[in-house]
């Protein structure tokens, strides 16, 4: 799974958003290192939304302006739960051994 | 200020598919304009670089899911189109009201996607282009008169992809839009002399381009078999016009660019279908 492809996921995990939602969103979980452009977002949506992970809940529109909110299916919150237990673990690989850098100088 | 903004990002989306701007365009223009600052008036370099990539890979990832049999129709079918259309305009210029009517009829049957209506009329406009070369044949009183092999090429190279689709194993062809029928218009705009000759082949090349620029950011490879069918007789015409005496540089360097451009296309076509078949 992509980096961006997480973060949308991860962004969803609450509540369902719509697509300027889903930007500041991903922009406050990733400490601003993801800004999604709108064509970024919206072929991430498509391509997440085909392999069934999320898909739009309601469209409403307010002052003049269509919002699509996009919710996480369960297969979409499977995969994200899949998704960090693997790069928790691949994590682990190094930061334990930080860890041990950290108590024993020489390694360091 | 919004109303402005609005339509110069609602133009950005031309690359979308179609059925996909319909379906998610007004969301996406509303998410761009929750996006701006108070005081922006043009979409950012950031926004339009990812729209017009965004819109061409949602292509690609249409054109994916096609079969390659659909892709060569479309193809074959879009390259016929523009030379019936070209031809049109030519016709258009003589004074010939039985000719311009036969070929209208073959250039608007591929248009609709009638293919044996068209494969019929521009089988018998190839026929009746290629009577003055067979000198035991008078020409008939409703045709005019054209004396080269290239000119007979321009219908004949459509007349046989026609065939090809008109085979039963191949599927329907879509109708195309009306909008093309003004490249027959422009066609047969009464203009003459050097300028115009560089301003078409600097257009024909400028279109090449975009054709390469879609293929590639597109993963699609219509355009490529579009181009290399509206060039075949073009080709024909440069090497009877080198076969006929020294050829003026200039227009060689034309043809060589072209067939360059067409290399490439075929080359960037190869690739894309064989990581699509290995995906």
């Known amino acids: 799974m992509s980096e961006p492809s997480y973060f949308i996921l991860a962004a969803l995990l609450d509540d369902p958003l719509h697509g300027y939602g889903i930007i500041k969103k991903t922009a406050e979980l990733s400490d601003g290192r993801i800004q999604l452009a709108a064509g970024t977002l ?44 693997r790069m928790e673990q691949a994590a682990r690989i190094v930061t334990r051994r930080s860890g041990l850098a950290a108590t024993n100088p020489n390694l360091a | 200020m919004n109303g402005r903004l609005r339509r110069r990002y609602e133009r950005l989306l031309f690359t979308y598919p179609s059925a996909y701007r319909a379906a998610h365009g007004a969301e996406i223009i509303s998410t761009l304009l929750d996006a701006v600052r108070p005081d922006q008036q043009l979409p950012s370099p950031r926004e339009t670089t990812s729209l017009l990539l965004g819109g061409l890979r949602m292509r690609a990832r249409q054109a994916a899911k096609e079969s390659p049999s659909r892709m060569w129709t479309d193809g074959l079918h879009l390259g016929v189109l523009l030379i019936v259309l070209v031809n049109l305009g030519h016709a258009l210029e003589m004074l010939f009201p039985l000719w311009i009517a036969l070929v209208a009829v073959g250039a608007l049957a591929v248009l609709r996607g009638w293919t044996r209506t068209a494969l019929a009329a521009t089988a018998v406009a190839g026929l009746a282009v290629a009577r003055p070369l067979l000198p035991q044949v008078a020409l008939p ?53 050097d300028a115009l000759s560089f301003a078409k082949a600097g257009l024909e090349v400028g279109l090449l381009l975009v054709v390469l620029v879609v293929v590639v950011g597109a993963l699609d490879f219509r355009p490529a078999i579009a181009a290399a069918v509206y060039l075949a007789p073009g080709l024909l015409y440069a090497a009877e016009s080198i076969a006929a005496g020294p050829p003026n540089t200039l227009a060689l360097s034309y043809w060589v660019v072209l067939a360059a451009l067409m290399v490439g296309l075929a080359a960037a076509a190869w690739r894309i279908r064989r990581e699509q078949l290995t995906q």
């Open chain 1, 42 to 85: 919206y072929g991430a949506l498509d391509r997440l939304a085909e392999e069934g992970l999320l898909l739009a809940d309601r469209e409403e529109v307010v002052e003049g302006r269509t919002r699509r909110y996009y919710r996480l299916t369960d297969r979409g919150s499977h995969a994200l739960h899949r998704e960090a237990a």
């Open chain 2, 141 to 193: 009183w409703w045709l005019p008169g054209y004396g080269d092999w290239s000119a007979v090429a321009r219908y004949a190279v459509p007349a046989v992809v026609l065939a090809v689709l008109a085979w039963p194993r191949v599927g329907r062809l879509h109708a195309r839009s009306w909008w093309w029928l003004v490249l027959p218009a422009v066609a047969a705009l009464p203009l003459e002399g």
